[in-house]
């Protein structure tokens, strides 16, 4: 039986790049929980301190383009996003979610059929129904999901290569 | 079926004949860039997370410090204080202020035919030389520093023939902006993008690393150029050989290909806040600067302060523009110091830093503040990217931004 669960959307656009996600300036604080408040800030400032720990953010194309920095998952992942669902990722952070136990969903009609504050129903690697509607969703590959339910990569690899 | 140079590159870190796109493969690592924008959190990982970690082969490992070098907190200090420990510990190829990491590593490391991690997106770089450099994480770092191996996707790859020649006054960083305009911010989204025909020898070095260095502003994994007599004189004079030097075969399947006549191209400027949102320059006209920035990773070489230079020569800054000149490696500041090219500048106005990142990463130095505008030859010009979120950033050619700097305002070489 495939897990299932439901969350609050946060809808933003598209090509929402790294530099949204966290800026350059706030890199150097010391820890993830110090830089998370100023996650999307050039965009929303006010978005970091409204979500709730599993709302989903439901965006455009490209998510997350850009720079390597592994920061904008791990804020994501600590903000509590539960999952991000776009029309697509850009690749680097497509692996760095992946690696930091993040999930994402790509999903190209969601978008167009959510507003912000929706509640939508997500069943992993079949379905989301949102306002009445379906929109199938593909299960990522065995090897990428067991990555993400040790927690990341980090952790996977201390399982599997008996790095421990 | 025919192999791509991508697939080429990655059938052979895999120790297999031949692969296709869409497989998915275990390879073995040639070179493992990392620099100071998140080297330390790698360290941090490799110290806690792991019980009795090891490196694979120190050997490939290199690492630079070039984002915020000289540093500019106590901060920084601590994270350059803790990569450098941990380099001096483990016998780590290290570099400080030496210049920008893929600079360094074209002028000292990349051979055609490697596979490189570089935990820097800008990694794409490498395929001036053909070789198969990627952007990573540094989980994805770290894990190939750990076990000398990475999985990667087999990108497909979108071919770009190249014909004629640049016209004067029109630059390498001119035909890739227009192709990033082309084709989208996504437009090469996981893909790798080959670029070959007659016009290749008509790009210089710097033109070509220019090039893939931006094509990861089309979302693409990586860049790859055939190694030809112009890449191979460019690796002799540095005492390098290649390891493979890859074509594509003439049955390789391609996602997408596109003809495009050299002479064709004119001068472009991307306006805030996406790289792909291009228009010619002539249709920026008039649109007035605070700071303008010539340097990077993408045109921060000898010939594009060459460029700015012959510009600006007998004439000065606009005295409310800020003009940061920033060679991309202290091989290209020496050369520009004896060609007298830093001499101009100075006598222009110019403020000439050392080599490094700038404020193309919108830390460190010359980060703008709300309600300015700055005009780069930088990578990106995402909203904040270069300061404060009310700033805005327009990306153009070395050329495109030094009149810009004399003029005060967004103008073309011809124009002046």
């Known amino acids: ?164 | 079926m025919g192999m791509t140079i991508a697939e080429k590159i990655i059938a052979a870190a895999a120790g297999v004949d031949s692969v296709k796109a869409g497989d998915i493969h275990t390879v073995e690592l040639d070179r493992l860039m990392s620099n100071d924008g998140t080297t330390h959190l790698t360290i941090d990982m490799y110290n806690n997370k792991l019980k009795n970690p090891h490196i694979a082969d120190v050997k490939k490992l290199v690492w630079i410090i070039d984002h915020n070098i000289p540093s500019d907190s106590p901060k920084t200090a601590a994270s350059h204080k803790k990569m450098r420990d941990f380099a001096r510990e483990h016998g780590i190829d290290f570099w400080e202020g030496k210049g920008v990491c893929h600079q360094i590593m074209m002028e000292n490391y990349v051979r055609p035919g490697e596979l490189i991690f570089g935990a820097d997106s800008h990694t794409c770089a490498y395929g001036a030389l053909g070789a198969f450099g990627t952007g990573v994480g540094c989980t994805d770092y770290l894990y190939a520093m750990v076990t000398g191996k990475s999985w990667l996707l087999v990108p497909e790859t979108i071919r770009f023939n190249l014909t004629g020649k640049l016209r004067e006054g029109v630059y390498a960083r001119d035909l890739i902006l227009t192709i990033i305009g082309k084709i989208g911010a996504a437009g090469a989204s996981y893909m790798a993008m080959e670029f070959v025909g007659d016009g290749m020898k008509n790009l210089t070095m710097d033109d070509r690393i220019s090039m893939c260095n931006l094509c990861v502003e089309a979302g693409a994994k990586t860049a790859l150029m055939e190694v030809d007599d112009i890449a191979l004189d460019y690796l002799h004079a540095r005492g390098r050989e290649p390891k493979h030097c890859f074509k594509s075969d003439e049955d390789a399947v391609f996602a997408a290909e596109y003809d495009i006549d050299l002479a064709t191209i004119e001068p472009i400027v991307a306006r805030p806040d996406f790289v792909d949102d291009v228009i010619p320059a002539k249709e920026a006209l008039g649109v007035k600067i605070d700071e303008a920035f010539l340097g990077s990773c993408n045109n921060g070489r000898l010939s594009d302060l060459r460029v700015g230079a012959d510009l600006i020569r007998g004439r000065k800054v606009h005295p409310l523009v800020r003009f940061l000149v920033v060679p991309a490696s202290n091989e290209v500041y020496e050369a520009a110091i004896k060609e007298g090219i830093i001499q101009t500048f100075m006598e222009a106005g110019a403020i000439v830093m050392n080599a490094n990142c700038s404020v193309c990463w919108g830390s460190c130095q010359g980060v703008i503040g709300a309600g300015e505008t700055l005009i780069s030859t930088g990578t990106r010009n995402f909203k904040g990217r270069a300061g404060h979120p009310d700033s805005k950033v327009y990306l153009a050619s070395a050329a495109t931004v030094t009149a810009s700097a004399i003029k005060g305002e967004i103008t073309t070489a011809d124009k002046l």
């Open chain 1, 1 to 164: 039986m495939s897990e299932t669960f439901t969350a609050r959307v946060w809808v933003l656009g598209d090509d929402i790049d790294t530099d949204i996600i966290i800026p350059t300036e706030y890199l150097a604080l010391k820890t993830i929980d110090d830089m998370k408040q100023y996650g999307f800030s050039p965009l929303r400032p006010e978005l970091a301190a409204q979500i709730q720990p599993g709302d989903v953010i439901v965006a455009g194309k490209n998510f997350g383009c850009g720079s390597s920095r592994e920061q904008a998952p791990e804020i994501i992942k600590a903000l509590g996003i539960r999952a991000v669902i776009a029309k697509s990722f850009a690749r680097i952070f497509f692996r760095n979610s992946i690696n930091n136990g993040l999930l994402l969903i790509e999903n190209g009609d969601l978008h167009d059929a959510v507003k912000e504050g929706d509640e939508i129903e997500v069943t992993m690697g079949e379905r989301i129904v949102a306002n009445g509607k379906e929109f199938p969703i593909a299960s990522l590959p065995q090897n990428l999901l067991d990555i993400i339910n040790a927690g990341g990569l980090v952790k996977a690899m201390r399982k599997r290569n008996g790095l421990d």
